[in-house]
């Protein structure tokens, strides 16, 4: 084991002792900014109320005749989170055959796609969803164009990914019968891909879902915002069976959503 | 084989050779009629719950088109940003860089031992994997910022609670992730060590985790570009982090304000994503 020639060479090995020690660094500095200021004088008084809250949750406000309950809070989310993976999931084609880089000989040309999809990535949903609240009003409306909006990023980036990898053969063979750039598409990609792109948007709905249930604590729409009542008002019984109900919600359409994918792949 | 799936691999693996090229309006290789009716049902399914979804939102184009001048104005007060505000908010960008990585460094230590448990092929016995299992789904159902908002109540406002908030996130993400990385392991050196007299840990410590640590690596660098993400808009909930100034220059119409700040979290996520890729890439 002493046999020199076994050592890594001198430079890749001071190179893992200065990644080594940068990280070191930058842990030191990132633990140093978490000042732990002590729990709160009502911390424990405040536990206490939430576990309670959680245990024994506000059932009578799971279904109130008139006005707003759970139920209508969580048909909202449900259904902001359809319609904004509708939306991105249609919007995003044309982004995805502009960002893939088979689709085009211009090699710049998929570049600036693939930039322009990872700049909308960036925007959190939360920022989207503010500008949309100052253009369409506070309400639901506003949740569905930020979640479409914001998913186009992610969506779009898979969906390419999925059309560079399509068999060429088809798209070959079409283009030598003299099919021109629209049929070459439709009828040798689209076919290949079309499971994939389910299985994705499938995917980000069940994403989408997680990001409605929060979207109304800025004000657009779900049960977000009853949620931020409640918690505001330190209502934690209310609070409880409201994340019962979300959890409820997400477990049961990631099932509904997985057997869905098992069926299209 | 149910039919619906056959119909649709039929409808669409490409055309056949002896079929020759498709035309539109006939259809070489269709699948048979109840499989059709089956996806036209489907297709009616689908419509029927859009159109139902967009009349409960009042989601309408014309709403839509009312809104973009709305927009467009807003866009315009973004611009120009105000530069002066950036030493301002340098600070709490910092902070925000700080909260993603510790809470995610701790929810990632958190994981490893929850994922050795919930694996089994490294602990067999379901007495302790499923309910473990059942925990991580819980855990990952919750969204951050409700985490965040829990924590802000029981902790008091400030980095510290949006810590906490990442901490338990990334906790379901990564010990889910790794368990099914673990589970999909070569299970041929662990037989070996088995063979040959090795102790659990031992199996554990040589056999499992060198096989799972790249994984394991690449999941947490992925968990941490999300959470830079998620970082940035925590103090909205006032969990810390660059969301509070967002929230207070958008409370105050100082768009301006708002667009560096915008700019800012651009630059940073993306020089952490590239910065995260190189690393990835290294160790993959």
Redesign the interface.
Known sequence: MNDPTLRRPVGSRLRLWAIAILLII??I???R?????G??GT?KS??VA?LNGFLHPDWSYVYIPEGEDLLRGL??TL??S??GT?VSAFVCLPFAFWASSNMTRLRPLSGSGKFVL??IR???E??VA???I????P???AG??ALGIHSIGMLAKLFSETIESV?H??QEA?VA?G?NRLQVIF??VL??V??QFLSYSLYRFEINI??A??LG??GA?GIGTP??FA?QM?NWNR?GVI?LG??VL??LTDLISGWLRK??V | MKPDSTARQLSSTPPSPHAGPPQPGMRPAGPPLPGRYKRYATWMIFIVVLVACSIHTDATPYQLIVGLPEMGKLLGEMFPPDWSYLPTIWKPMLETIQIAIVGTTLGAILAIPVALLCAYNVMPRKLISLPMRTILNLVRTIPDLLFASIFVAVFGIGPFAGMLALLFFSFGIIAKLTFEAIEAIDPGPLEAMTAVGASRIQVIAFGVVPQALPYFVSYLLYTFEVNVRAASVLGLVGAGGIGLLLDRSLGLFRYDRTSIIILLTLVIVLAIDYGSNLLRRKLL
Do not use: H, N
């Open positions: 930058i842990y500095w990132a633990f900014g978490m000042q732990f200021e729990l709160q911390a405040v536990s939430i048909l909202d259904v902001i359809i319609l509708f990872s700049v960036v925007f959190p939360m920022i503010i500008l949309f100052k253009a369409v009003g309400g639901s409306f569905v164009l068999d053969g088809p079409l019968c099919a009828f040798a076919p290949q079309i499971p997680r990001s249930t929060t604590l800025v729409g949620l931020l918690l330190r609070v994340l979300i959890v997400i477990i069926r299209i």
